[in-house]
């Protein structure tokens, strides 16, 4: 299985951090944060990474290459404005191929196992999933969440299932066939998934492990000193 990492945004929220440095080159614990999603990959086996780039494409690029430092082969795309989710994938897709592959954000920090997601099963056709996702407690940032998770399924609140109402990680199995016959551009992720799941074909499950939406300066140094302090180990 492939892994895709979404690195092309423009991390606002962390300026002035993000002037100089994308977003995932920001460290904690000693290692930027797109460190850790390719080294926890390749712990599993997955050593096919593409990640798309668009701010600061050249250090980001610079900085990891293509991949061989750390193990794996890493192939990029890039982007002369951000394409959004959705946008960025489409933009991949000829070398993300025809299977379903673990999408991540890169701006996310976790201690999940993503072993588990290799057993995933995502068969493309009428009536089966397109995605598998995995959901999360709502942080204090996001208190009402984004979906509804009720035995396995993700639903969208309009669907009014009863269930829990939980914050979508950033971290899912995708299969291709999500984004068949759409246009490339600028194109956000939600609605695809939001219409997945009112055709029922969304799976979906609560993280086992700590999780981290580093998303301003104040909650990457939070989680730098957590790490150091070994609160994860």
């Known amino acids: 299985m492939k892994a895709m990492i979404l690195a092309a945004g423009l991390g606002s929220r962390m300026r002035p951090l993000t002037l100089y440095t994308p977003k995932p080159l ?23 990474i593409i990640i798309n780039s668009a701010w600061l494409a050249d250090k980001l690029i610079g900085a990891l290459g293509d991949g061989s430092k750390y193990g794996v082969t890493i192939r990029w795309t890039r982007e002369d404005e951000g394409l959004e989710t959705a946008g960025g ?23 999940m196992d993503f072993a588990p997601l290799l057993e995933i099963d995502l068969k493309a056709g009428s009536n089966t999933d397109l995605a598998h996702l995995v959901f999360v407690p709502n942080p204090e940032q996001h208190p009402k969440g984004d979906f509804t998770l009720a035995t396995g399924r993700a639903y969208t609140f309009d669907q009014k299932q009863q269930g829990e109402n939980l914050t979508y990680s950033g971290v899912a199995v995708i299969h291709p066939k999500m984004f068949e016959n759409l246009d490339a551009g600028k194109r956000p992720l939600a609605p695809l998934l939001k219409q997945a799941m009112l055709d029922g074909q969304v799976s979906a499950e ?8 580093v998303g301003t300066p104040e909650r990457l140094t939070q989680l730098d000193l957590q790490i150091r302090q070994g609160l994860f180990d």
């Open 26 to 48: 920001l460290e904690v614990g000693g290692k930027p944060l797109i460190v850790w999603h390719i080294e926890k990959l390749k712990s599993i086996g997955v050593k096919e």
């Open 89 to 111: 994938i489409i933009n991949a897709l000829p070398l993300l191929g025809d299977q379903p592959f673990i999408l991540v954000n890169g701006d996310v920090w976790t201690t």
């Open 206 to 213: 609560k993280m086992q492990g700590m999780w981290v939406d």
